[in-house]
């Protein structure tokens, strides 16, 4: 009885545990919004540097805008990544556009450079942070989730590219090209961070040996990666059994972990990092 309750609280655990990270990844970016980027009229790239840039020439709140760019990316995402990831992200960003209005606009640095790295860093953690516990952002991190879902690229380089549009937009709308310069500083350092701490695009390989098969194999094929059936037999107790083994990311760990937990909690699961893959790596 008392091992039934845990295993019952456990998930309530890990739910409340993720939540809490979550939050403590948007105050990183609310942080590095207002004490490091808004007071030097820097962008952080993607929806919120949108936000940002039309609130520098406009009286709307930064918050505000980024809460509302948000949401058509929110609901794409829901149809495409799952419900649990932007419940998670749509809590970052709610998180995120409530600190923004709390924490007061403070420059702690002066010089504009130094504020674009230390704001780049911090945001880039933030994100990173809400992307291990298994939401994100919101925004082109979003977007750029669902690519590295379907395409085999890094999360932040794809968000550099993004960004690149942002910029732009920076120095033709402002006109001051130093300010735009120093906010690509911060956009590249931001993905370098989120890449550093996400690593979503390392590739993994899982040797699985289960005595359910079939309905592990079943719920394994409906991903996109392909998955090899071997039979094996142990070494002591010479009985047969099966071993799955498949290539996924770092980015689809976290679900097939899942599913693993809820068709086979006995089976033994061996990971490991995969240097390279030649072939086809997306099962069409």
């Known amino acids: 009885m008392h091992l039934d309750h845990l295993r019952e609280v456990k998930p309530l655990f890990k739910t409340i545990s993720q939540c809490l990270t979550v939050i403590f990844g948007a105050a990183l970016i609310a942080l590095g919004f207002n004490l490091f980027l808004v007071p030097h009229q820097l962008l952080s790239g993607g929806v919120s540097g949108l936000a940002m840039l039309t609130g520098y020439f406009t009286n709307f709140q930064i918050g505000t805008l980024y809460f509302v760019y948000n949401i058509p ?93 942002v910029i732009v937009a920076m120095g033709y709308m402002n006109g001051n090209w130093n300010l735009a310069l120093y906010s690509m500083i911060s956009i590249y350092l931001s993905g370098k961070v989120l890449d550093f701490v996400y690593i979503s695009h390392i590739k993994v390989t899982l040797f699985i040996i289960t005595n359910n098969t079939d309905d592990l194999l079943q719920k394994l094929l409906q991903l996109p990666r392909g998955v090899t059936l071997i039979k094996t037999e142990g070494a002591f107790s010479h009985k047969e059994k099966d071993m799955l083994m498949t290539v996924t990311t770092r980015y689809e760990l976290a679900e097939l972990r899942e599913i693993i937990r809820k068709s086979d909690p006995g089976a033994f699961v061996n990971i490991v990092e995969t240097l390279e893959v030649m072939g086809s790596f997306r099962r069409g």
């Open 73 to 165: 990316l929110l609901i794409a995402g829901m149809f495409l990544l799952g419900k649990k990831f932007i419940g998670l992200s749509i809590l970052n960003v709610a998180a995120t556009t409530w600190l923004i209005a709390v924490i007061p606009v403070t420059p702690v640095a002066t010089d504009p450079l130094l504020a674009s790295v230390f704001g780049g860093v911090i945001v880039g953690l933030g994100s990173g942070i809400s992307f291990r516990a298994g939401g994100s952002s919101g925004g082109f991190d979003i977007l750029g989730s669902i690519i590295t879902k379907y395409r085999d690229f890094p999360v932040g380089s794809v968000l550099v590219s993004l960004n690149a549009l």
